[in-house]
């Protein structure tokens, strides 16, 4: 099956930094989703992004397709940006339905 | 995106008793819903999906007769863990996809189970 490679497994800022979190996969998708995991557990949707970039107030994403991998920029870091950041993708040559995630970034932002 | 609710957040049972969480999509009718099981500090892996009106299909590895599906409406799908052990203690968090002009899947708020 697909492999998703998320790098860096852990990142401490300090409140005000920027930072890049960084999704590789190993082969086409059709399906490529950005999730923040806060401390309940509960799975946030940040960005829908097989291809292109998008930008959402200090978020913004960019997914290289051909070169199969994306990005996640997070700028001005607050502290409520702490939790775990999966990259979560759909493989194009197998089921439609079946999201593959990565390890996941674990950010801690100091304030 | 689609709104999903599930319940219970949160839950103890003794070893031995079955655990039933419910999934149910709010805003429209989801003929498959997803069920994920996250180990502490692990990535999400998809263990089943839940097709109404007909068989769940499972993952690889995951037991069907222990984790019990059942997708009886479109607007809700249960899992049940039978016979439960402490080493099925996990957080399990359903979704469902999207509908247009929204893409992608919507997580419920997910349940911590804990056996004893």
């Known amino acids: 099956g697909i492999q998703v490679e998320q790098s860096p497994p852990d990142l401490i800022l300090q409140e005000g930094a920027n930072s890049t979190l960084r999704c590789n996969f190993s082969?086409?998708?059709?399906?490529l989703q950005w999730f923040h995991q806060n401390p309940w557990g509960q799975l946030i949707n940040l960005f829908y992004?097989?291809?292109g970039t998008k930008q959402n107030g200090r978020l913004s994403a960019t997914t290289v397709a051909t070169e199969r991998y994306s990005l996640l920029y997070i700028s001005s870091s607050q502290t409520t940006d702490s939790g775990v950041y999966f990259c979560?993708?759909?493989?194009?040559?197998?089921?439609?339905?079946?999201?593959?995630f990565g390890k996941g970034t674990l950010l801690t932002v100091n304030p | 995106g689609a709104v999903v609710s599930q319940h219970p957040s949160r839950v103890i049972c003794k070893s031995g008793t079955s655990v039933k969480i419910e999934c149910r999509s709010l805003?429209?009718?989801?003929?498959?819903m997803f069920w994920y099981r996250q180990f502490p500090k692990q990535s999400l892996m998809l263990m089943a999906t839940?097709?109404?009106?007909?068989?769940?299909?499972?993952e690889q590895g995951v037991e069907k007769d222990k984790f019990l599906i059942n997708h009886a409406s479109l607007t809700l799908s249960t899992l049940t863990v039978t016979s439960a052990h402490p080493e099925d203690s996990s957080f399990y968090i359903c979704?469902?996809?999207?509908?247009?002009?929204?893409?992608?899947?919507?997580f419920g708020s997910g349940t911590r189970l804990t056996v004893v």
């Open positions: 082969d086409s998708v059709n399906n």
């Open positions: 805003d429209f009718q989801a003929t498959t």
């Open positions: 979704s469902v996809e999207n509908n247009p002009p929204y893409y992608g899947y919507t």
């Open positions: 992004i097989p291809s």
């Open positions: 839940s097709n109404e009106g007909s068989k769940a299909t499972y």
């Open positions: 979560a993708v759909g493989d194009s040559g197998g089921s439609n339905y079946k999201l593959t």
